[in-house]
T-cell receptor
Framework: DVKVTQSSRYLVKRTGEKVFLECVQD?????MFWYRQDPGLGLRLIYF???????EKGDIPEGYSVSREKKERFSLILESASTNQTSMYLC???????????FGDGTRLSIL | SQQGEEDPQALSIQEGENATMNCSYK?????LQWYRQNSGRGLVHLIL?????REKHSGRLRVTLDTSKKSSSLLITASRAADTASYFC??????????FGQGTRLTINP
C-alpha cells in the first residue's frame, strides 16, 4: 500500500514565522499535491508538482510556496504565517494524472 | 466554483439501512472519483468510474454515473457504524487537478 507521511499531526506557530510542512511518499509517484481543508469550503488545492523541481499553482497559492528537490518529498512553506492560514493541511500523491490520489493524515496547523 | 457538489450535506440513518449520496458537476469529465474521510484523518479513495461507464460496484458500494445529467450517486448498502464519515466526489479538471466537492457527512446510528 502507498504510504504518504506528513511530518506533524498538530502544529502551533506564531504570526510572522516561516513554517515548513513536510510530506513524503514511498511509492515513486510522479504527482504530489498540497490542499487545505476548511469547514464550509471543502478541499482547496494550493500547489501541485508533477516532477522533481517542477511546481504548478493551484487555486489558492498566495502566501505559500513549495519545494520538490527529491521525487518522494514535497514541502509546503508558509513564508510569513498569518492567522488566516490556520487550517487542516493535506498532502496527496498519485502515480499519474487522472488517477486516484493517496492522502496523508493531515497536519492541523494553528497560527496564533 | 466547485466542480463537484454533493447532496445532501448531511445524512443520518440507522445501521443496516442503505445510504445514498449524490454528486453533480458542471463540465465534461474523464472520470469521477469518490473518497471517504474519517474525522480528523486524510481522505481514502473508494472507487473510480470512467466517463464511458454507467455503473460500478465494490463490495457494499455501488456508484452510478449519468454524463447526460452530469451527476453521480454513491450507494452504501447495509450500512455499519464504521461507515460514519464524510464522503467526497472529485472530478478531474485540466490535465492533473482533482476538484473536490464539499462532501456529505454520513452518520450511522446503532
Amino acid at each position: 500500500d502507498v504510504k504518504v507521511t506528513q511530518s506533524s499531526r498538530y502544529l502551533v506557530k506564531r504570526t510572522g514565522e516561516k513554517v515548513f510542512l513536510e510530506c513524503v511518499q514511498d511509492m515513486d509517484h510522479e504527482n504530489m499535491f498540497w490542499y487545505r481543508q476548511d469547514p464550509g469550503l471543502g478541499l482547496r488545492l494550493i500547489y501541485f508538482s508533477y516532477d522533481v523541481k517542477m511546481k504548478e499553482k493551484g487555486d489558492i497559492p498566495e502566501g505559500y510556496s513549495v519545494s520538490r528537490e527529491k521525487k518522494e518529498r514535497f514541502s509546503l512553506i508558509l513564508e510569513s504565517a498569518s492567522t488566516n492560514q490556520t487550517s487542516m493541511y493535506l498532502c496527496a500523491s498519485s502515480l499519474i494524472s487522472n488517477q486516484p490520489q493517496h492522502f496523508g493524515d493531515g497536519t492541523r496547523l494553528s497560527i496564533l | 466554483s466547485q466542480q463537484g457538489e454533493e447532496d445532501p450535506q448531511a445524512l443520518s440513518i440507522q445501521e443496516g439501512e442503505n445510504a445514498t449520496m449524490n454528486c453533480s458537476y458542471k463540465t465534461s469529465i474523464n472520470n469521477l472519483q469518490w473518497y471517504r474521510q474519517n474525522s480528523g484523518r486524510g481522505l481514502v479513495h473508494l472507487i473510480l468510474i470512467r466517463s464511458n461507464e454507467r455503473e460500478k460496484h465494490s463490495g457494499r458500494l455501488r456508484v452510478t454515473l449519468d454524463t447526460s445529467k452530469k451527476s453521480s450517486s454513491l450507494l452504501i448498502t447495509a450500512s455499519r457504524a464504521a461507515d460514519t464519515a464524510s464522503y467526497f466526489c472529485a472530478t478531474v479538471q485540466g490535465a492533473q487537478k482533482l476538484v473536490f466537492g464539499q462532501g456529505t457527512r454520513l452518520t450511522i446510528n446503532p
